[in-house]
């Protein structure tokens, strides 16, 4: 069985879990593809033969290898972040504010339905959004995407800048239905292309919008001059949560008897 990968630098977590596990699983070949902010070429999704070869360039997802996705190469294909996460619905949070949401100061207030149409737009406009579209464009082969962990729970520490919202939504109680619009919505924009929506494993969640901090790669006990903590970096995961979100993604293939 032969999977591909498709990720941006979320995916590390799971590449370095898998390069722990691999052996385990002797009946899986995984080949990662990981867009880099020092990538040069398109990702390129290639299908059919070399006369009559299909051939889509994503100039928004730069890889350093040239090497193309052959989708007839893979039995499944998995898509990792690449801007289906919840901070684009936390964004609008902290300017927009609808019917059901408590008020705030400087926040303009809309409908439900026109805050759950703005949370799809934003997701829709994401790279994994693209990428399963032009995956879909070239084979009918099963695609998941597999949702970006939602921030460490020490996202909560600062209480300034950009990462306010968290710690609005919590005090104002309107992080379980920020929750609710943002897994409705990414359900939704993934439905039509027949993609399966992966979210983070449940025993990662710590309540409704935060991961458990021992998952994450800040560390409050590593707060000297640029540490994980210190930078503010609330966004990335560590091995363990890598081991337990390469283990859920891999739960949800038709089958895994007789992989191991």
């Not at 390129?44 to 007839?72: A, M, N, Y």
Request: net charge negative; aromatic share 8%; hydrophobic share 40%.
């Amino acid at each position: 069985m032969k999977l591909c990968f498709v990720g941006n630098s979320h995916l590390g977590a799971i590449y370095r879990a898998w390069k722990l596990v691999r052996k385990e699983y002797p009946s899986i070949n995984i080949d990662l593809f990981i867009e880099r902010s020092t990538g040069v070429n398109p990702l390129k999704i290639i299908s059919g033969s070399e006369e009559g070869e299909h051939i889509t360039r994503l100039e928004q997802i730069l890889v350093i290898k040239d090497d193309p996705i052959d989708v007839d190469v893979y039995d499944y294909f998995f898509v990792f972040a690449l801007g289906l996460s919840i901070v684009p619905v936390m964004h609008l949070y902290k300017h927009c504010r609808a019917d059901g949401h408590a008020q705030s100061e400087g926040t303009r207030l809309v409908s439900n339905e026109c805050f759950h149409a703005a949370a799809m737009g934003a997701l829709m406009g994401s790279k994994a959004i693209s990428l399963a579209r032009a995956v879909r464009e070239h084979s009918a082969k099963p695609i998941y995407v597999v949702a970006q962990a939602r921030p460490s729970e020490y996202v909560l520490d600062p209480s300034e800048g950009t990462v306010s919202s968290y710690a609005s939504a919590v005090a104002m109680r309107d992080d379980s239905s920020l929750n609710s619009t943002y897994v409705e919505a990414a359900q939704a924009v993934c439905g039509p292309l027949g993609a399966t929506l992966i979210d983070q494993p449940e025993e990662t969640l710590n309540g409704s919008l935060f991961t458990h901090g021992r998952f994450g790669v800040a560390d409050p006990r590593d707060c000297g001059e640029g540490s994980s903590y210190s930078i503010g970096d609330w966004w990335h995961m560590n091995d363990r949560y890598g081991l337990a979100s390469l283990s859920h993604a891999l739960k949800h293939l038709p089958s895994m008897e007789g992989l191991k």
